[in-house]
């Protein structure tokens, strides 16, 4: 089939029965993906099948807190490296090849078929958000120092801006963590909890507040953990497997961080968390729908060849309704991803995108590993597959970057603000109708 663009349609011809052309006209809506994204993808799944999943049934590949070995996970990214597959998001100058979130959002998907797999492209959290923010917001200077170690994987780097009561959570307003300015520097003192990585981590990126000014008076501060002035308390017990480095809590007694290690200058805080923050959820979503495809996997292979009461599992009409919503609620999961990245990809903020795809693909992946479990008898309760691993880690999914009342809260928001206007369709930009007037309007 040919394809091709004429204007406000694209056109497709194919060759009929008599051996004409045939015409279609076919809106400009299309869910093809680029050729190059799809060699990625495949390149990615071969690799997730070949070098990575093996490794998942093996004790031996897992750190003391449920993860992939670390010296494991320096032999796999060399590999991965020379595979042409490493840090895919950043663009070429910076040592990726520059993939657009639609993209991103093929190629997270693949990588998450295992459990290990993001962390070995250097595609997980929280580098990955941290390594776009750095990019995009960054100074030559600051991308030299503070970006490219990480890029290299030379060194780990957290995100630290959720504080314990009374201090910001789900409200960035409330953050107490004060960074007070003394001639060429800030002296930072407060404390953080639940910062992912920070007892691996080199590179810091601190939100703290240096003025009460409600819009601007949060700024995000770098600093290197060798700098005095700030402590680990603790690395904070969860339910799931950890990232490397865990959840710690940090205090922070006097650290000073020189006025040109301010991200984006003082004031812009708020700012760098929503471009941080923004992609950084929906890139989580990414790598979900990878977990949630992977437990309906595991539950389809068992309840092929698992019968019961003379029938297969998978000829049971009740089986097949659990997996038959799941794979429908897993695809609007992934309808609603690649619309908030199609937005971002167009320079919007995809607020309310994000914010639904947040939920929508956080709660599936919760039902996803629930259902599978189920559906695997007591096989799903063990540690002989990777689903009660998925299971303990899901239920974070509902309330990092967000809690899914705050998303619904947003939505509200702009249902408010919109009216049926919410839902409005995006008229293609310096198109022309059959008026002679454009899109957009
Ligand atoms: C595993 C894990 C990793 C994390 N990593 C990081 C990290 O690297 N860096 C970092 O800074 N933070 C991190 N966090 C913190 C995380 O982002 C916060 O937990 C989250 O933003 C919610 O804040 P909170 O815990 O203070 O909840 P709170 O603000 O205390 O809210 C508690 C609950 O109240 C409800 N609620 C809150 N607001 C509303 C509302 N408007 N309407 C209705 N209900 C509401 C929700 O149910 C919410 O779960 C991590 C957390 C976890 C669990």
Same mark, same amino acid.
């Given at each position: ?18 051996? =004409?052309?045939? @015409? ?14 799809? %060699? ?25 807190? =449920? ?18 597959? &490493? ?10 090849? =520059? ?59 957290? @995100? ?32 953080? &909890? ?27 501060l770098l600093f290197h953990k060798d700098q005095p002035g700030w402590r680990i308390l603790r690395r904070i017990g969860i339910m799931g497997p950890e990232e490397h480095g865990g959840h710690?809590?940090?205090? @922070? ?7 040109? $290690? ?5 004031? %812009? ?45 998978? $000829?049971?009409?009740?089986?097949q309704l659990m997996l038959g919503d799941l794979a429908m609620r897993i695809e609007i999961g992934r309808l609603l991803v690649m619309k908030a990245a199609w937005e971002l990809d167009r ?73 049926? =206007?919410?839902?409005? &369709? ?16």
């Open positions: 089939m040919l394809a091709f663009n004429d204007g406000s349609y694209s056109s497709r011809a194919t060759i009929g029965a008599d051996g =004409g052309f045939r @015409f279609i006209f076919v809106s400009a809506v299309n869910f093809e993906i680029p050729v190059r994204t799809e %060699s990625f993808r495949t390149r990615i799944a071969d690799f997730v099948e070949r070098e990575i999943l093996p490794l998942e049934a093996d004790k031996a590949s897992y750190d003391g807190h =449920g993860n992939i070995a670390l010296p494991l996970l320096e032999t796999l990214r060399g590999k991965a490296k020379a595979a042409g597959l &490493w840090c895919l998001q950043l663009k070429p100058e910076t040592g990726g090849v =520059g993939l657009s979130k639609v993209d991103m959002a093929v190629c997270y998907e693949a990588m998450n078929r295992s459990i290990f797999g993001p962390v070995v492209f250097n595609s997980a959290a929280p580098d990955d958000g941290n390594m776009m923010m750095l990019e995009r917001l960054g100074t030559p200077e600051q991308k030299q120092r503070w970006l490219k170690p990480i890029v290299e994987a030379k060194v780990r780097s957290a @995100f630290a801006m959720t504080e314990p009561h009374p201090g910001g959570g789900s409200d960035p307003s409330m953050i107490m963590t004060r960074a007070e300015r003394r001639g060429d520097r800030y002296v930072v003192k407060g404390r953080k &909890w639940f910062i992912t990585g920070a007892q691996e981590a080199s590179h810091f990126i601190l939100i703290a507040r240096t003025s009460d000014d409600p819009r601007h008076g949060l700024s995000a710690c809590e940090l205090e @922070f007694d006097g650290l000073e961080v020189p006025v040109e $290690d301010v991200l984006a200058g003082e004031g %812009s805080g708020l700012m760098v968390t929503q471009v941080r923050l923004g992609p950084a959820r929906l890139t989580h979503c990414m790598r979900w729908l990878g977990l949630a495809k992977r437990c309906i996997e595991i539950a389809r292979t068992y309840a092929a060849e698992r019968s019961g009461f003379g029938q297969l599992l998978a $000829d049971r009409e009740s089986i320079g919007g903020f995809a607020r309310k995108e994000v914010s639904m795809a947040k939920i929508q693909v956080a709660n599936v992946l919760h039902d996803a590993a629930d259902v599978a479990i189920q559906i695997n008898g007591a096989r799903g309760y063990s540690k002989d597959t990777v689903l009660e691993w998925i299971y303990r880690y899901a239920r974070q999914a509902r309330l990092v970057d967000g809690a899914d009342e705050v998303h619904k809260m947003v939505l509200n928001r702009f249902l408010n603000e919109e009216g049926a =206007g919410f839902w409005r &369709w995006h008229v293609e930009a310096g198109r022309q109708d059959e008026t002679g007037r454009g899109g957009n309007r």
